[in-house]
Structures are given as C-alpha cells and as structure tokens.
C-alpha cells in the first residue's frame, strides 16, 4: 500500500458538512448525522491533527434530530463523543460557522473528508464546489474520504481526464438495508436514491458489511478512505490517523 508522505509540521483536515435541512419535499428535519463529524474529529484532533469545518453554503450546519443527544427524538442520546462535542464553545462555534467551501483554500489541507446525514444526499451529489474540491484534493496527490451517505460527494465527480473519480475504487456508504430502516424510522419514503445502487453505475465496486457493522474501506493506493455508516465513523477516524502518517 502507498501512503502519503506528509510534514509532521501541520496536518490538517478539511471535514465537509451538509447544509441541507429538510428530508426533500417532506418537510421533516434533517442536516447532518452528528456522529459522522464526532467520532472521526476525535481521533484526528486527540492524534494532533488539525481539523476545520466547511459546508457548501457556510454558516450554521443544521443537525439531524436523531442524532442529536440534546434533541428529545435523538437516538443516541448515549454518545458520550458527540456529547463532549457539544459541551466544548469553541467545538460547537465551529457548527455553528462553518466556513463556504467555495472560499476555502485546499491547498492548506492534506485530507477531506464529507460527512453524511440525510441531508448530504440532497446538496452534495451535483454539488459543484463538492466536485472541484475532491478533485482537486485527488489530483493533488491528497486523501479523499467519505463516511455514510457522505459518499454521495464522490458519485459525479469527474477526474480532469473525464474519467469517473470512483471509476475501479472500492468503497463503502449507506447501504440499500440501513437506508429502508432509516426510511420505517421517519414513516416515509424520503431517499432520493441508494449508495448501494449507484456507485456501482460510476464502475465502483461497493461492498456492504451489514447493518450497523463497524465498516471501512481502504482504496486507490490508500488515499480514497470510505465508512459505511455512522457506527463506523471511529473506525473512519484511525485509519485517516493511519493514512496522515508519514511512512517510507
């Protein structure tokens, strides 16, 4: 396996959110699945490296309910990570004023990496500051990762050489069996498509380990870094702290 060789002066991690708050036309709330930016936040920043927050329209992300341990519908009302998230200001401020992405300068950055909740899968797929940014980061010998239905960021991106960025990778998301509980959780239909479905359309071959399985996949000479789902995003976190690692 190739591993990028990186300064041990400054690494730093652009971790992109969703701005999207309803679940399509229903009405219901949505944003971004709090767990999918903890758990990996941690094991990058407890490792020392740097981690600042984007979304595509900038400002105050908006938080999937259910995810959301404050929140009377959450369902992880137990996630000590998230939790110590939230009880940090300066943690919390940056939710709350995310930075444009459009007006982020990647070159400061060594990895990206899109976070999932619902909403992801509504402003990141023909997303155009999405696109250029995976490509530009790919391009530039950088790490690229995704966790959930954070991969939608990847489906329609299209490498300089017209080729489909996630053309002969193999990768992981929101899997067809999680999206439908997701779906019964709500009490309607809301997924405008399936990871599962689509990936494998851009010449991805896309592996599913099971419903709420821990789940990472390592591609493209290790640099393309994919989780399944929001149990995973720990897992997502140590193998990104692997990948920044300077190696021989």
């Known amino acids: 396996m190739t591993f990028l060789t990186l300064s041990t002066a400054r690494r730093r991690v652009l971790s992109v959110v969703t701005s999207h708050e309803t679940l399509g036309k229903t009405g219901y709330p949505a944003g971004l699945w709090l767990s999918e930016l903890t758990h990996p936040y941690f094991e990058l920043a407890d490792n020392g490296i740097e981690v600042d927050i984007a979304s595509p329209k900038g400002g105050k992300a908006p938080i999937d309910p259910f995810s959301d341990p404050r929140s009377p519908n959450s369902i ?71 966790i959930c239905a954070g991969g939608s960021a990847l489906l329609n991106v299209k490498l300089s050489d017209g080729k489909n960025f996630i053309e002969g990778m193999t990768v992981t998301g929101f899997g067809k069996e999680e999206g439908k509980i997701a779906q019964q959780l709500v009490g309607t239909e809301y997924l405008p498509f399936y990871l599962e479905s689509e990936m494998p359309k851009r010449g991805a071959t896309f592996r599913y380990a099971g419903f709420n399985k821990p789940f990472v996949v390592v591609s493209g000479g290790g640099r393309l870094i994919t989780g399944e789902q929001n149990v995973s995003g720990t897992a997502l976190g140590k193998k990104l702290v692997e990948a920044l690692t300077i190696r021989e």
Not at 80 to 104: A, C, G, V
């Open 76 to 146: 992880e009302k137990d996630d000590l990570i998230s939790i110590r998230f939230l009880n940090s200001p300066d943690l919390l401020e940056k939710i709350n004023n995310t930075k444009r992405l459009s007006e982020t300068n990647l070159e400061e950055y060594d990895a990206i990496l899109f976070s999932g909740g619902s909403g992801a899968l509504f402003d990141y797929v023909d997303n155009t500051d999405i696109q250029r940014a995976v490509r530009s980061m790919w391009e530039s010998g950088k790490i690229v990762s995704s």
